[in-house]
């Protein structure tokens, strides 16, 4: 029987997020934190527009070393600042073993990227844990790789996992991985785990990330996690795939009628 996971229940919301329920959960903000002033600005833009998580990384797992690598624990102390100021239960990634517990203690769920998904060590100490995790896609990984890495974590203890389908690896650089969609509802017909998606990661430009959310809402997903920067022409991270404040707001007012077409509340 499906799932639900809830996030956050500490930190201020009411009752926290639920994933898997009859809400359909967004969870919205930058790709990397940057500053106070640009998580002010992003956690602002993300409530008014009815987003009920917010996101951001300190710890920036990046192709190149030459890229912003994230500020860390700094950054961390920054996305904490904004879970207090606003309530929202925050998600961030994790991308080293030793790092767990200090990210625990300020977030409320621990991201696992991409590029981490099958660091066995790393999956073993977010399930130990006891925060709820998001369990992001490897980019190559089959549908059975990704259950059986979401296996490890609830083999250690954990039973709060949420999937995130943030694209694969194909051959055309037209996107900058291809949405697999058949993938959220094949891995919801094969576990219980709530099971949502990443239209920003997955496709790398913004125009596609609306009509991929909607896609997911009406495929069966159970929320989005968005990237949501208010100048994205200067972001240290990500900049090119990041909706804007009013892009997010537009969004948010299109998925409306899809969400409650699947029965579901956003
Ligand atoms: C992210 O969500 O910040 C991220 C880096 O995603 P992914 O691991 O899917 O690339």
Redesign the pocket.
Same mark, same amino acid.
């Given at each position: 029987d499906a799932t639900e996971v809830t996030v956050g229940s500490e930190a201020g919301s009411a009752g926290g997020t639920v994933f898997g329920g009859t809400e359909f959960v967004v969870i919205a903000g930058p790709?990397?934190v940057e500053s106070t002033t640009q998580m002010s600005a992003a956690a602002d833009a993300v409530v008014a527009a009815g987003a009920v998580m917010l996101?951001g990384?300190a710890f #920036?797992?990046r192709t190149s070393p030459y890229s912003f690598q994230g500020l860390g624990l700094a950054g961390l102390a920054l996305l904490a600042e904004q879970r207090k100021r606003t309530g929202l239960p925050v998600v961030t990634?994790v991308v080293t073993p030793s790092d767990v517990e200090s990210v625990a203690e300020e977030s409320d769920m621990l991201?696992i990227?991409?590029?981490?998904m099958q660091n066995f060590d790393l999956l073993r100490a977010v399930g130990a844990s006891g925060r709820p995790v998001l369990l #992001?896609r490897g980019?190559s990984a089959t549908i059975e790789e990704w259950l059986l890495a979401a296996e490890y974590l609830m083999h250690m203890g954990t039973r709060d996992v949420v999937l995130?389908e943030?694209?694969i690896r194909s051959f055309d650089p037209s996107t900058r991985f291809t949405l697999d969609l058949s993938a959220v509802a094949e891995a919801k017909r094969l576990t219980h785990l709530p099971v949502i998606v990443?239209p920003?990661?997955s496709t790398g430009r913004p125009h596609l990330v609306a009509p991929m959310s909607l896609a997911a809402a009406a495929c069966g997903a159970d929320g989005l996690?968005i990237?949501v920067h208010t100048d994205a022409g200067h972001a240290m991270c990500?900049g090119a795939q990041a909706l804007g404040a009013e892009q997010f707001s537009t969004l948010m007012g299109r998925l409306r009628p899809v969400v409650e077409a699947v029965g579901r509340t956003l």
């Amino acid at each position: 029987d499906a799932t639900e996971v809830t996030v956050g229940s500490e930190a201020g919301s009411a009752g926290g997020t639920v994933f898997g329920g009859t809400e359909f959960v967004v969870i919205a903000g930058p790709c990397a934190v940057e500053s106070t002033t640009q998580m002010s600005a992003a956690a602002d833009a993300v409530v008014a527009a009815g987003a009920v998580m917010l996101r951001g990384g300190a710890f #920036k797992p990046r192709t190149s070393p030459y890229s912003f690598q994230g500020l860390g624990l700094a950054g961390l102390a920054l996305l904490a600042e904004q879970r207090k100021r606003t309530g929202l239960p925050v998600v961030t990634e994790v991308v080293t073993p030793s790092d767990v517990e200090s990210v625990a203690e300020e977030s409320d769920m621990l991201q696992i990227g991409t590029r981490n998904m099958q660091n066995f060590d790393l999956l073993r100490a977010v399930g130990a844990s006891g925060r709820p995790v998001l369990l #992001k896609r490897g980019m190559s990984a089959t549908i059975e790789e990704w259950l059986l890495a979401a296996e490890y974590l609830m083999h250690m203890g954990t039973r709060d996992v949420v999937l995130c389908e943030r694209g694969i690896r194909s051959f055309d650089p037209s996107t900058r991985f291809t949405l697999d969609l058949s993938a959220v509802a094949e891995a919801k017909r094969l576990t219980h785990l709530p099971v949502i998606v990443d239209p920003s990661h997955s496709t790398g430009r913004p125009h596609l990330v609306a009509p991929m959310s909607l896609a997911a809402a009406a495929c069966g997903a159970d929320g989005l996690i968005i990237d949501v920067h208010t100048d994205a022409g200067h972001a240290m991270c990500d900049g090119a795939q990041a909706l804007g404040a009013e892009q997010f707001s537009t969004l948010m007012g299109r998925l409306r009628p899809v969400v409650e077409a699947v029965g579901r509340t956003l």
